[in-house]
């Protein structure tokens, strides 16, 4: 068979072809907004997966490691606008800690379950406010030299 009668063959064919293709139903258009409401409910789902996956963690304890458990915090006081005292437990012992912007100082150690007298001073052979006194009378005195 020659080349010309198979083309010829394949184009008597191609109404038949083009009927049958009319004959199937054809598939319905995919609407703009269906496609963006599959979209957002599809987001939804995840972020909702997500928010219940970290409220489940949290009150499962997932993730929690063992030095969380070692360190509790006590009690603390304001002692200033930003400063702080805080009492910290750490294993059977209680560090006493003075905390301001920028800085963490250990005033004290105390075994666990053991608060120091009144009027007690916070570190041995120290007022509870020397160091800091200390300072700010040289901050002071250096102020007035050069004025």
Known sequence: ????HRLAAALAGLPALAQAQAAQPMAPAISPAGSLLQVFVGLVFVLLLIVATGWLTRRLGIGRNAAASL???VGS???G???RVVVVEIGETWLV???APGSVNALMTLPKGQAPAAGAPLAPGLGALSPFKD?????????REKN
């Open 77 to 79: 006081a304001s002692v």
């Open 135 to 143: 300072k700010l009378q040289l901050m002071i005195d250096k102020r």
């Open 81 to 83: 606008t930003r400063e």
């Open 71 to 73: 360190l509790n915090i």
């Open 1 to 4: 068979m020659s080349r010309f």
């Open 97 to 99: 800690v003075g905390v």
